[in-house]
């Protein structure tokens, strides 16, 4: 049988990277015989496309043929095409599809369709029956939606990576640097365009096309010109030739090209879902790009087809979440300007989201903690585009509710500058009624507070005072009066600050809110006091009272900060064990959640307990693995404060007087190279401290469900499977888990099976009493 094949164009410009991206589809073509390559506009399927069926050419006896489909308007014209590229005879009386099906039935071939998205039904059926009659025949397909064949494998083409630093700057740098170097044969990347170049590439995400455009601009414009001028990519990246295909010209042709795929209703989805920032659910669609003609029904067939069309990229997760690439958000916002729909849609985005964000001010505390601070994190993007529309819009009143109701986010986060920052331009701008006003200044209070500007943080909770302190909202004078309290321990006033305390947990109770997240904060204040006062007995009793407030809600992000109040205090009252007990709970619940600022503090007290029992090198390898962590975290002033600055100070100086400067500065520094997973692990009694011995530990008896509930993980039972067994909820287990966890200080369920495993009948009898 002869070699057939229509052959492959000869390639213009240079080919860079896709070495990896090769290697896969080489391995799926393999295994699967139709594979399609997905992607948005420009970024280089058809180049990839070519370039595997170029390496692949001499495994096929019948070599490979390209189709190129991108002038075609008419499906009918799909099969002739086709036909005509492979040059099939033609007969009278038989239709194409049949000549065409019979030509290929006996032939090894690899089959590129190339651009099928404005085609994929006729595609799609002639790619069924082809493949149906030729065993031999692979088919690789180039299309912004899938054909949605069965036995499609279907290969989503990513972007060109940017490295940040090392030998090489990644192929997306290689490939501006080839087609600079072509436009304007005097370019040389050195070390003062080198920014420049990096920062296009990265804001350009690595799309080929824009890329290749961008760099044909320094035949007028420098690197630092271009990067200044990305602000308006679709007037800047115009070619100045006409050579290019004519829907790749310009990478405004290439989106409007996507564009008119796409039916009124998905253009009109695409519109209006520019207003999202940093990705958004469905449900956020239903609300936010539904209406005026669009049923929020029909929203998720709307998005599978938007990403079938490679306009939106959907990544998976619980829930899957939807996004943009930059290039064509603009693109989208420009038609939704076009259509004087913006602001109708960007006030139903921020309406959604300040609604969204005061639900979770009511419910974080308590057992969806996980869900809303996940939630928060994930949408933070989209808060700041509300506060954008928000104060763009003059709607002050709003942007400050959204200001004060993410207290709950910034906190648990450790963000309070940013939290601050909103606060701030919020509180100036805005006239608002005395209630709203005050509940912002106690929430700025707190943020100017955990951003170490302890100053500030009581002159505003002093205002938040005066604003509430003649008004009917007795849940807000509460928390203002812990806030009070809580600033003066910084100013050192311990007297007055419990004094404040006391009177805030009274307010509390009064205002019938006992287990309010901000009672808890004004317990480990009143703990703070005591101690101060060499009370620790007294700060026990409040950490504990503050810890039942916890466990009861389903918290798991204030329990880090009661825990390590509760260590703090034990450390005190000379009880080590159980200081190393709650510390090493306290950093195993800030692992699984998002209380970083209490993980460092919780090692800065286990640090004052290495150095209490004598181990030095274990408390210097400790002290520096918090260091490091304060400035990692961007913590420092706090790190300063009473609460640990002094202790911290008195772990030091011990430390280094028992093991010389020069051994105490090796084992600081050894500490401070460790990053957090080295600092879990030697911190939890994992493995020892490096350049310390360590000594035989007495691990804390487990509880008789726990110990229970133990022997179910040494047997590889989930959660689920130990809640149902035991008839109780999924939830209660999780929670015994973590307290295994972080009573025997491991990390994993493995080093539970094992530690089951090898403990004798005596050590799993011994449970201590449930209480």
Not at 88 to 112: I, N, T, Y
Not at 444 to 466: I, M, R
Not at 474 to 489: N, S
Not at 731 to 760: C, D, P, Y
């Amino acid at each position: 049988m002869a070699r057939r094949a229509a052959g492959l164009p000869a390639e213009a410009t240079s080919f860079v990277g896709r070495r990896t991206e090769i290697t896969e589809l080489t391995r799926l073509l393999a295994r699967a015989r139709l594979v399609t390559l997905t992607g948005g506009a420009g970024v280089g399927k058809t180049r990839l496309a070519v370039r595997t069926a170029a390496r692949l050419a001499r495994t096929f006896a019948d070599g490979v043929c390209l189709v190129e489909l991108a002038g075609l308007t008419d499906p009918a014209l799909v099969v002739h095409t086709v036909a005509q590229t492979l040059r099939v005879p033609e007969e009278a009386g038989s239709p194409p599809q049949a000549l065409l099906a019979r030509f290929l039935r006996d032939r090894q071939m690899l089959l590129v369709l190339d651009n099928c998205e404005h085609l994929v039904a006729a595609c799609a059926e002639l790619a069924h029956r082809l493949l149906s009659g030729a065993g031999a025949l692979r088919i690789l397909a180039t299309s912004r939606q899938v054909l949605e064949v069965v036995g499609e494998q279907v290969y989503p083409v990513p972007p060109l990576s940017v490295a940040g630093s090392g030998s090489g700057y990644g192929p997306a740098v290689e490939l501006f640097v080839q087609r600079a170097a072509a436009a304007a044969p005097e370019f040389v990347l050195s070390g003062g365009n080198l920014s420049y170049v990096l920062d296009v590439c990265r804001r350009l995400e690595g799309n080929p096309l824009a890329v290749e455009l961008a760099a044909v601009r320094l035949r007028v414009l420098s690197p630092a010109q271009l990067a200044a001028r990305l602000h308006d990519r679709f007037r800047i990246l115009s070619p100045e030739r006409q050579a290019r295909p004519s829907h790749q010209r310009t990478l405004r042709t290439a989106v409007d090209w996507s564009h008119q795929l796409c039916n009124a209703a998905e253009q009109q989805v695409w519109a209006r879902a520019s207003v999202f920032a940093g990705g958004f659910d469905l449900e956020s669609a239903e609300e936010v790009c539904a209406g005026d003609g669009i049923a929020g029904a029909d929203m998720l067939e709307l998005l599978h087809g938007l990403v079938s069309k490679s306009i939106f990229v959907a990544e998976q997760g619980r829930p899957v979440r939807y996004r943009l690439l930059d290039t064509l958000r603009e693109y989208g916002s420009e038609k939704l300007r076009d259509a004087a729909q913006e602001g109708p849609v960007r006030r139903r985005h921020a309406d959604r989201y300040l609604r969204l964000a005061e639900q979770g001010e009511i419910h974080w505390f308590g057992p969806d903690q996980d869900r809303w601070l996940t939630w928060a994190r994930a949408e933070r993007d989209n808060m700041r585009a509300a506060f954008d529309y928000l104060f763009g819009a003059g709607d002050d009143e709003k942007a400050l509710r959204l200001a004060t109701a993410l207290w709950f986010d910034w906190m648990a986060a450790a963000r309070p500058l940013e939290g601050r920052l909103w606060l701030t331009r919020a509180l100036s701008r805005s006239g608002a009624e005395p209630p709203a006003r005050a509940r912002a200044l106690w929430a700025s209070s707190l943020a100017a507070t955990l951003a170490g500007d302890v100053g500030t943080g009581k002159v505003l909770a002093d205002q938040a005072w005066e604003a509430v302190r003649d008004l009917d909202d007795p849940l807000a004078a509460a928390r203002i009066v812990g806030r009070q309290a809580g600033v003066r321990v910084h100013h050192r006033d311990i007297a007055r600050a419990e004094e404040l305390a006391v009177d805030s947990l009274a307010r509390f109770d009064a205002a019938r809110a006992p287990a309010d997240p901000m009672a808890v904060v004004a317990l480990t204040t009143v703990a703070a006091c005591r101690i101060a006062r060499g009370d620790p007995a007294g700060a026990v009793a409040a950490c504990r009272k503050a810890e039942a407030i916890c466990r009861a809600a389903g918290d798991r992000s204030l329990l880090v900060l009661v825990l390590v109040f509760l260590a703090r205090a034990e450390w005190t009252a000379g009880a080590l064990p159980d200081a190393e007990q709650h510390g090493r709970q306290a950093l195993m619940l800030a692992r699984a959640g998002a209380a970083r600022p209490y993980l460092v503090q919780a090692v800065d007290v286990l640090a004052w307990v290495a150095c209490a029992r004598g181990d030095h090198g274990r408390a210097a390898v400790l002290l520096g693995a918090g260091d490091a962590l304060w400035d990692q975290f961007g913590l420092q002033r706090l790190r300063d404060s009473p609460h640990f600055g002094v202790p911290r100070g008195e772990c030091e100086r011990a430390s280094r007087a028992a093991l010389g400067t020069a051994a105490f500065q090796a084992a600081f520094q050894r500490g401070a190279g460790l990053g957090v997973d080295g600092v879990r692990t030697v911190a939890t009694g994992q493995t020892a401290a490096p350049g310390t011995s360590r000594a035989p530990a007495t691990g804390p008896v487990l509880t008789r469900r726990e110990n229970e509930i133990a022997a179910l993980v040494g047997q590889g039972l989930t959660n689920r499977e130990i809640a149902g067994q035991l008839v109780i909820s999924r939830r209660t287990v999780e929670s015994h888990v973590e307290n295994i966890l972080a009573k025997l200080g491991f990390v994993s369920r493995t080093q539970i099976a094992a530690w089951t495993a090898s403990a004798g009948p005596a050590q799993r009898s011994s449970s201590a009493p449930e209480g």
